[in-house]
């Protein structure tokens, strides 16, 4: 492990404490409160990220970021479940729809440009297969969206089997997804995404990767608790909280994962590292989080509000012209990161 690595983690340490001394010590203001824990959720994110490298660097390219890709899930998991927990319904919707459009449209946007403005005739170039595969998996679900959206604002009959229609197509969104992963497992993978040998035994990854997943339990418990009290506090709509604030503290490791190694030239894996995330969250923690919430106090279903439903298919869509042919520009990227601003604004104002 480096030195800056070693640090990381005494900082992201301390800010967990201090996230916990804010909890539950008396007389902290909870803008404070929500900034620490913020703070430390994403950087227990990244602790997450780096302890699943380590233990998956071991058994090659596919289950390496198969693994990331997943776990790296974990806190954005935690925060919509015990915001659903706190009967913050409109929270936990925008935040799981945040980490979709973040990452499709702001941070996917970002990448295009530091990763085209790099090359000599401003094209960044990559394999279209796993942006095509990924664009698939955002596509399907996207239509389950809109599908159950119509049905949940046309007050048919369908319209009082929301719930049950929700878990049906959890479960075969999830079998969809598991065909990908088969399929991911089993191709074959470029050579320049092959990550550094691992800089810790086995033994201490996997008491890392347990120590951060259950820190992130924690922590996103903290982050919840003072995410009402500080919306409040500011004057922030709660579908802005969820869909900006929340989504991009949850994401911040493939945000900076992604920007950076576009900036090295590395487009093939900035791309699929942005795209993966993308298609794990639309395709497995929605429909997870869907299932998991039939035990929870708010039950979260795919009916979202029209906007949302429209901004969804709309990013599958583009997300699929842009990137299907396996070279972006710099207007490409900006526009990407336009439509998140734009889309910002309307949350902020919901």
């Not at 804010?22 to 602790?47: D, E, M, N, S």
């Not at 790296?72 to 919509?80: I, K, Q, T």
């Not at 487009?267 to 993308?278: D, F, H, T, W």
């Amino acid at each position: 492990m480096t030195r800056i690595e070693r640090a990381g983690l005494a900082v992201v340490a301390l800010l967990t404490v201090l996230a916990g001394v804010a909890r539950y010590v008396g007389g902290v203001p909870h803008v404070v409160a929500f900034i620490v824990a913020g703070l430390a959720l994403g950087g227990g994110a990244w602790i997450v990220s780096f302890s699943t490298e380590q233990v998956g660097g071991r058994f090659g390219v596919g289950v390496t970021g198969m693994m990331q890709s997943t776990l790296g899930n974990l806190p954005e998991f935690f925060v919509v479940l015990f915001a659903l927990m706190d009967h913050q319904l409109i929270v936990a919707q925008t935040a799981i729809l945040g980490s979709i459009l973040v990452n499709a449209l702001f941070v996917l946007g970002l990448v295009i440009i530091v990763g085209a403005r790099r090359e000599g005739d401003g094209v960044m170039r990559f394999s279209p297969r796993l942006p095509n595969d990924t664009a698939t998996l955002l596509l399907v679900a996207s239509l389950i969206i809109l599908l159950v959206g119509i049905v949940a604002n046309t007050h048919g009959p369908a319209a009082h089997h929301v719930k049950a229609i929700s878990t049906v197509s959890a479960v075969a969104l999830l079998v969809v997804y598991g065909f990908w992963v088969r399929q991911y497992l089993t191709s074959e993978h470029p050579e320049d995404s092959a990550g550094e040998a691992p800089r810790l035994s086995t033994r201490s990854s996997l008491l890392l990767l347990i120590a951060s997943g259950a820190a992130a339990g924690f922590v996103s418990d903290w982050f919840v608790h003072a995410l009402e009290p500080t919306i409040h506090s500011i004057g922030i709509s709660k579908a802005f909280a969820g869909l900006v604030i929340v989504a991009t503290a949850g994401n911040a490791v493939e945000h900076a994962v992604g920007v950076v190694l576009a900036a090295k030239g590395r487009s093939e894996l900035a791309i699929s590292v942005v795209k993966n995330s993308v298609g794990q969250v639309a395709a497995f923690l929605f429909p997870v989080l869907v299932l998991v919430s039939l035990l929870t106090a708010t039950t979260l279903t795919f009916s979202l509000a029209p906007v949302y439903i429209g901004a969804l298919f709309a990013t599958a869509v583009i997300v699929w012209q842009i990137t299907g042919d396996g070279e972006a520009t710099q207007f490409e990227g900006m526009a990407l990161c336009a439509a998140f601003v734009v889309l910002a604004v309307i949350a902020a104002y919901q």
